[in-house]
């Protein structure tokens, strides 16, 4: 019989699988991996291991290329009837060049993405997804409520400077204005000429979250360039969204850590983002209500593992007394407490912290104890 290694198999590449501007950069920069995310490649990995690229994020600064993280844009002058419709965060009192971090429910208060919304003006707003199909969901809400807007994807490729020297790194490119730039907010700056729209914002939690600049087609690219040939002094190699920093920080992962199967009440970290007490309506108000009112079936939490490694391609279940009482999401060894952490959906009653649980790693049962989010 013949056996296959995975890491033997091979992604085979085709146009509905979109390369990035950034592609032919980092190809040579030492990209190990891609992962697909919105049909398009995402890097993964670079020659530096896990580990080391987790501290050198933690120290130095990196350039990520994130430009699958894509925008739905909502323009006209429904706009922001059809973005609150979407979410059942209370949106009413939002600013002009500010992000949001906003749940998107359907009918049945389903979660289907967790993007963060820009709002560039009254009329116009930029839902920055995760991976999961935003677009056509609300062109067929704009075209079944009839709300006068134009629903789109730009061509918007994002350029992420993540770790704790972005914010010198972003200061020498664009002057002492970026670093005034308040956390979730957003303004346009200029680089040779090209103007972009830059967020504090990011998938790390290192520098305060860093930057995001939102490249229209390829006009990164010279600004990709730059950064690499200025930021020596600060150490700076290319990166990607990186496992254990993520996880650490408490930041989710639409997909792996939730997905269409949940509500947000299953997820605390998404209470304070859930507007059931005023007037603004949105999709599955009532059933959320009405889940509230009978209580969770299962919860998300952190868990704390007492093992040294971890490979989570698929879910792993979580047991008491060999009595299955969740799952295993999403997992990692972390350095800073010295053993595997992962996010795990635990069944209702057994979602108290401190219980302790067991799951089986390398056909090894291992003992763990429920925490909550994120870790501290």
Known sequence: MHSTNMSDIKLAMARRLRST???SRIEKQGLTSY?????????????DSLIDSYYHLK???????VSAERQVKIEGQDAFQLVQLMTCRDLSNSKDKRCY?????DSQARLINDPV?????????WLSIADS??????????IGKNYKVTVSEPDINILAIQ????LLLMEKVFGKKITELKFFGFDYFEFNGVKHLIA????????????????????GLELYDHFFDIGKEYNIKPGCPHLIERIESGLLSYGNDFDDSNNPLEVDLFHKFINLDTEVEFLGKDKLKKIKAEGVSQKLMGIKINHDQINVSDAIEITINSKRVGELRSGCFSPTFSKVIGTAMINKPFFETGTQVEIVIDNEIKTGVLCNLPFV
């Open 200 to 219: 504090r914002s990011g998938w790390s939690k290192q520098s305060k979250y860093g930057y995001e600049i939102y490249c229209k087609g390829n006009e």
């Open 21 to 23: 501007p950034y592609t």
């Open 163 to 166: 770790g704790a020297k972005s």
């Open 133 to 142: 199909d935003v677009l056509l969901w609300a062109k067929g809400l704009a």
């Open 59 to 65: 120290r130095d600064v990196q350039a990520w290329c």
């Open 35 to 47: 992962t697909i995310y919105n049909r398009m490649k995402l890097p993964a990995g670079f020659k």
């Open 117 to 125: 919304i820009l709002r560039i003006s009254k009329n116009e707003f």
């Open 101 to 105: 971090y906003a749940p998107l429910i």
